[in-house]
C-alpha cells in the first residue's frame, strides 16, 4: 500500500462524518416507517446525502493517489459502515424497512463511488497536467537566470 497513512487519514475523516450525519438525523429514521411520499422523500434523502457524502470523499481520494488503486471501493464501505450499525442497534426488529434503508444506502454509496472514481480520475489527469505545466515554468525560470 503506497498511500497508506493518506487512506488512514481519508477514512478516518470521512467515518466521523458518516457517523455525524447519521447522529443529526436519526430523528428522521422514524420518518422512513410512514407510508406514502413522506417515507419515499426521507428514505431518498438519506441516500442523497451518503451519495454525495462518497462522490465527495472519493473524488478527493483518487485525485492525488499516486498510482491507480481500487481502495476507493473500501472508503466506501468505511462510510456505509456507520449508518448500517447505527440502524441495525436502533432498530427493535428488522424488518422490510430496515433492509430498504440499508439497499438505498448501499446504493447512494454504490453510485457515489463510480461517480466520485470518475470524477477523481478526470481530477487527477488535469492535477497531473498542471504539475508538468509547473515544473516546466520552474525549468525554464532556472534556466533563464
Not at 12 to 26: N, P, R
Not at 116 to 131: F, S, T
Request: glycine share 8%; hydrophobic share 50%.
Amino acid at each position: 500500500m503506497q498511500d497508506g497513512a493518506r487512506f488512514f487519514a481519508y477514512t478516518t475523516w470521512a467515518v466521523m462524518i458518516s457517523l455525524a450525519m447519521i447522529l443529526f438525523t436519526h430523528g428522521f429514521l422514524d420518518w422512513v416507517h410512514e407510508p406514502g411520499w413522506v417515507g419515499t422523500l426521507i428514505l431518498f434523502g438519506f441516500g442523497f446525502l451518503y451519495f454525495n457524502l462518497c462522490y465527495a470523499a472519493v473524488k478527493r481520494y483518487i485525485r492525488k493517489v499516486p498510482a491507480p488503486t481500487n481502495l476507493h471501493i473500501l472508503l466506501s464501505a468505511f462510510i456505509y459502515l456507520p449508518p448500517f450499525i447505527w440502524v441495525l442497534t436502533a432498530a427493535e426488529n428488522i424488518g422490510s424497512t430496515e433492509i430498504l434503508l440499508w439497499a438505498v444506502l448501499a446504493g447512494g454509496c454504490a453510485i457515489g463511488t463510480v461517480y466520485g472514481n470518475k470524477a477523481g480520475i478526470k481530477a487527477r489527469y488535469e492535477y497531473i497536467q498542471a504539475l508538468k505545466e509547473y515544473h516546466k515554468k520552474m525549468e525554464e525560470n532556472s534556466k533563464s537566470i
